[in-house]
């Protein structure tokens, strides 16, 4: 079993910063991509960032460069640095881990962020 832990959510103000961060434990496997999803009040769950223990990461088109998502393999954490926040990134964000070859899928409690003035 797998364990995701969040931390780091929180409110902030328009143009403001915060930096997600997401552990995880138990039997990790070893080839997986770890990322952030969103969902905000009435709307469906969707892809903020990914990243593989390669390093590549992959991003929604609606950042445009606001965030970086960023791990460390050999803590099992993914971070992810957001900039320029705005008050439609209002979201629980949650953490997701990817099994490459078993095809498991992970999901954190979620972390509450709010962007407002």
């Known amino acids: 079993q797998v364990q995701l832990v969040e931390s780091g959510g929180g409110s902030v103000q328009p143009g403001g910063s915060l930096r997600l961060s997401c552990a995880a434990s138990g039997s990790v496997c070893s080839v997986n991509t770890m990322g952030w999803y969103r969902q905000a009040p009435g709307k469906e769950r969707e892809l903020v960032a990914g990243?593989?223990?390669?390093?590549?990461?992959n991003y929604a088109d609606f950042m445009k460069g606001r965030f970086t998502i960023s791990r460390d393999n050999a803590q099992n954490v993914v971070y992810l640095q957001m900039n320029s926040l705005k008050p439609e990134d209002t979201a629980v964000y949650y953490c997701?881990?990817?099994?490459?070859?078993?095809?498991?899928?992970?999901w954190g409690k979620g972390t509450l962020v709010t962007v407002s003035s």
């Open positions: 997701n881990l990817k099994c490459f070859f078993t095809v498991m899928e992970y």
């Open positions: 990243i593989t223990n390669g390093g590549r990461p």
